[in-house]
C-alpha cells in the first residue's frame, strides 16, 4: 500500500481498538494505587519516610533570629 491509500489511523478499527487497550493498561499502571496517589507522584510530592523524619530530628535544634 501506498501512504495515499491507507486508511487513517482514527478511522482503523484495529488501530482504535489497539490503542484503548494500551491506553487502559497505562492508566492501571499509574493509577494502580488510587488516584489521589498518582496525583501526588505526579506534583512532585511525596510524603516524608521513616528516614527522612529520623535525619530531621537528629538535626540541632536551630535558633531563628526575630
Do not use: C
Not at 7 to 25: D, F, Q, V
Not at 43 to 66: F, H
Request: proline fraction near 9%.
Amino acid at each position: 500500500m501506498t501512504p495515499s491509500t491507507e486508511i487513517p489511523s482514527h478511522e482503523n478499527p484495529a488501530y482504535m481498538e489497539k490503542s484503548r487497550m494500551l491506553m487502559t493498561e497505562r492508566d492501571a499502571q499509574i493509577f494502580g494505587k488510587g488516584r489521589a496517589f498518582a496525583t501526588r507522584t505526579d506534583q512532585g510530592w511525596l510524603p516524608p519516610s521513616a528516614k527522612d523524619v529520623d535525619a530531621v530530628l537528629a538535626e540541632p535544634a536551630k535558633e531563628t533570629e526575630a
